[in-house]
Nanobody, 131 residues
């Protein structure tokens, strides 16, 4: 049985950093893709960062600022968020897939950021960035 428990959200100022965590059970890093999504009220869920077997993939809006990582020993994956902006304010959800999920374009494949590719979801953790 897969269980994902997100934590670490909070309120920060513009330009500050925050690290959110997702404790995962029932999956194996490197065999199951994991990802972070975010959602604003009334908006669709947006893929933010994803990792499977190799290099991670990021939404353009967070490249260079956010980093997804995995701690195999702790069975926890993280999203380190730096240089936060007000537009990063959202409910953040961790997710896992039943296997490795990729998106391929122009002959290259990347970890998927598609909501429909992920099978298991944690509860959200709110991140609020204010000026």
């Amino acid at each position: 049985q897969v269980r994902l428990v997100a934590s670490g959200g909070g309120s920060v100022q513009i330009g500050e950093s925050l690290k959110i965590s997702c404790e995962a059970s029932g999956i194996i890093f490197g065999m199951n893709s994991v990802a972070w999504f975010r959602q604003l009220p009334g908006k669709e869920r947006e893929g933010v960062a994803s990792i499977g077997k190799g290099d991670p993939n990021y939404a353009e809006s967070v490249k260079g600022r956010f980093t997804i990582s995995q701690d195999y020993a702790k069975r926890t994956f993280y999203l380190q968020m730096n240089a936060l902006k007000t537009e990063d304010t959202a409910m953040y959800y961790c997710a896992a897939a039943g296997g490795i999920r990729t998106t391929c374009r122009r002959g290259a494949c990347f970890p998927s950021l598609k909501e429909s590719d992920f099978d298991y979801w944690g509860q959200g953790t709110q991140v609020t960035v204010s000026s």
